[in-house]
């Protein structure tokens, strides 16, 4: 098994983020430094993450969060306060994907790798909603630029789809996550966004959720 998807399936982290902790030197198969691309075999091969043994397969565990503003999307709060912080749990769980600190809603944290890489990886296209206030009003002509898709810093992004535009205020549905992408798409053609909350993830709606609130959830319940 390849020590990336090892790593995602323990629990440790997602597939991408677990190569950022084999790089950083983090993890040791057999009291070796692994490398990129290392295998290991979970009955014979011990793995350690920060000199602790990590032991595969634990349940998967899947919590739906309404973030509050002022909250950051990680483990650690070199940034702010954690959403970590807002949980109770005996496992270790992670956020899956961005949403940063001036924004709120519909947040999931988790210890499955597989479900954090599909849910986060543009190519299996899986919608995001938010609702979005504005300074005012989009224009139409603006509406079809952000559906046929526009650049940012030389990258052609994935159109997106508006589903309701008026009283200054949309909602957007997205099938990638770059880097605070609703601020600076409409930041560009003009817009200032007051307010941006996440409403849905595949199938997964915040619905009456409070801020600060979270429940378990199924998989299944997500796509």
């Known amino acids: 098994m390849r020590l990336q998807k090892f790593l995602s399936q323990a629990g440790i982290a997602s597939r991408r983020k677990a190569e950022d902790l084999i790089r950083q030197g983090q993890i040791t198969i057999n009291n070796e430094l692994a490398k990129i691309g290392s295998k290991v075999d979970p009955q014979i091969d011990t793995v350690k993450y920060k000199n602790k043994i990590i032991k595969p397969n634990p349940e998967k565990i899947y919590i739906a969060l309404n973030k509050p503003i002022g909250y950051v999307s990680s483990t650690v709060s070199n940034h702010g306060k954690s959403v970590i912080n807002l949980i109770k749990s005996e496992q270790k769980l ?3 994907g961005r949403l940063d ?5 519909l947040l999931l944290l988790t210890n499955d790798g597989d479900l954090a890489q599909e849910v986060t990886h543009a190519k299996f296209n899986h919608e995001k909603e ?6 005012k009003d989009l224009k139409t002509e603006d509406i079809h630029r952000l559906e046929r898709g526009i650049t940012l810093r030389e990258k052609k992004l994935r159109p997106v789809k508006i589903v309701m535009a008026k009283n200054k205020s949309a909602r957007i549905i997205l099938h990638e996550g770059v880097n605070r992408q609703i601020r600076r798409m409409l930041g560009k053609l003009g817009y200032t966004v007051i307010k941006l909350k996440r409403i849905r993830i595949g199938r997964l709606e915040l619905g009456d959720l ?3 609130q979270w429940k378990k959830i199924k998989k299944k319940e997500i796509f």
């Open 94 to 96: 992670y956020p899956v």
């Open 101 to 105: 600190k001036d924004s709120g809603g």
């Open 130 to 135: 938010y609702f979005v206030v504005l300074d």
């Open 210 to 212: 409070k801020p600060g």
